[in-house]
């Protein structure tokens, strides 16, 4: 499916709206779970982040084309590295930043992806290195995330640690993302992405299997409904977002991501009714946002 330049900005928006409702859902889960008396430790966390991985890529493998085809072309250690960063290590760090901080940070934080980006394709893939300017508006989005930390708002639990665990986690999607791109030379995005996410999603069941016999407690209908939804948000979000860096440049795609933590803290702050956000995820979310656009606009000059 072939997407033009003028309509990535919907697509990026689709995306961002996906990853976005993402943050209160898993909140409503824990919510959930503490209603009836289950805490969200990790095992608990794990099995559920596995469950939806399993199901969304499985989906995504069921619609591709030639999935098991495209394997045998490609590396298998490589689609391993991939499901490890992208989904395990990025999704355990995720789920378990989620039940330290709030989603409102954790939506703001999501950005931090971007700045990774910036830094780690030049030591992978030898792109150019960022220049003054660049340098300079990534001191900006620091700033932004540092004032966010600091007065997050009501309902944020532990905004340092939280703070730590998402941006740790999104060095791992940013890794994952870079290894993604020799994957494709091989292997279609949507075959790549359900691998990625089933694999990752196997890993974590596993990892999360003194949970096993809690199964039917940890997962009462209205948990069903939304790791259900949650599943589809990971096969639709994250197919069109990997198909979209087969189209596009990934540093031309990084300068959108603004969108993605607009519209998590904007529904985030709408879902979760335990949290009210405070004057610095408004400003560190200001100073990001201008930050991304920055770089945006400049990506757009150079290339």
Same mark, same amino acid.
């Given at each position: 499916m072939k997407i033009s330049t003028r309509l990535l900005p919907v697509a990026v928006l689709l995306c961002a709206l996906l990853w976005g409702s993402a943050f209160p859902a898993i909140k409503a889960i824990y919510a959930e779970w503490a209603?009836?008396?289950?805490?969200?430790?990790?095992?608990?966390?794990?099995?559920?982040?596995?469950?939806?991985?399993?199901?969304?890529?499985?989906? &995504? +493998?069921?619609?591709?084309?030639?999935?098991?085809?495209?394997?045998?072309?490609?590396?298998? #250690?490589?689609? /391993?590295?991939? *499901?490890?960063?992208?989904?395990?290590?990025?999704?355990?760090?995720f789920y378990t930043a989620l039940a330290t901080a709030s989603a409102v940070l954790g939506g703001l934080l999501v950005s931090s992806g971007s700045f990774w980006w910036l830094v780690l394709a030049p030591l992978i893939l030898k792109t150019p290195w960022p220049n003054r300017w660049q340098w300079a508006l990534m001191g900006v989005g620091a700033a932004g995330v540092l004032v966010a930390v600091y007065r997050p708002g009501a309902g944020s639990g532990q905004p340092v640690l939280g703070g730590v665990l998402f941006c740790l986690s999104t060095l791992s999607g940013a890794l994952g993302l870079i290894s993604l791109q020799k994957i494709l030379v091989t292997m279609g995005a949507r075959a790549a992405t359900g691998y990625g996410l089933f694999l990752g999603g196997v890993m974590? &069941? +596993?990892?999360?299997?003194?949970?096993?016999?809690?199964?039917?407690?940890?997962?009462?209908? #209205?948990?069903? /409904?939304?790791? *259900?939804?949650?599943?589809?948000?990971?096969?639709?979000?994250?197919?069109?977002?990997?198909?979209?860096?087969?189209?596009?440049p990934v540093n031309l795609l990084a300068g959108y991501r603004f969108l993605v933590p607009m519209c998590a803290v904007v529904e985030s702050s709408l879902l979760v009714s335990s949290e009210s956000p405070g004057a610095g995820i408004w400003l560190g979310g200001a100073l990001v946002v201008v930050a991304l656009i920055g770089l945006q606009r400049y990506q757009l000059k150079t290339t």
């Amino acid at each position: 499916m072939k997407i033009s330049t003028r309509l990535l900005p919907v697509a990026v928006l689709l995306c961002a709206l996906l990853w976005g409702s993402a943050f209160p859902a898993i909140k409503a889960i824990y919510a959930e779970w503490a209603r009836h008396g289950v805490e969200p430790d990790m095992s608990n966390r794990f099995l559920l982040a596995g469950v939806r991985f399993v199901l969304g890529g499985a989906v &995504l +493998l069921l619609m591709a084309k030639h999935p098991w085809v495209e394997m045998k072309k490609t590396s298998w #250690k490589r689609v /391993l590295v991939f *499901a490890c960063a992208q989904t395990y290590v990025q999704y355990a760090l995720f789920y378990t930043a989620l039940a330290t901080a709030s989603a409102v940070l954790g939506g703001l934080l999501v950005s931090s992806g971007s700045f990774w980006w910036l830094v780690l394709a030049p030591l992978i893939l030898k792109t150019p290195w960022p220049n003054r300017w660049q340098w300079a508006l990534m001191g900006v989005g620091a700033a932004g995330v540092l004032v966010a930390v600091y007065r997050p708002g009501a309902g944020s639990g532990q905004p340092v640690l939280g703070g730590v665990l998402f941006c740790l986690s999104t060095l791992s999607g940013a890794l994952g993302l870079i290894s993604l791109q020799k994957i494709l030379v091989t292997m279609g995005a949507r075959a790549a992405t359900g691998y990625g996410l089933f694999l990752g999603g196997v890993m974590l &069941l +596993l990892t999360g299997v003194m949970a096993w016999p809690d199964f039917a407690c940890l997962f009462p209908p #209205k948990v069903i /409904l939304l790791t *259900a939804y949650l599943a589809f948000v990971s096969a639709l979000g994250f197919g069109l977002w990997n198909h979209l860096t087969r189209l596009f440049p990934v540093n031309l795609l990084a300068g959108y991501r603004f969108l993605v933590p607009m519209c998590a803290v904007v529904e985030s702050s709408l879902l979760v009714s335990s949290e009210s956000p405070g004057a610095g995820i408004w400003l560190g979310g200001a100073l990001v946002v201008v930050a991304l656009i920055g770089l945006q606009r400049y990506q757009l000059k150079t290339t």
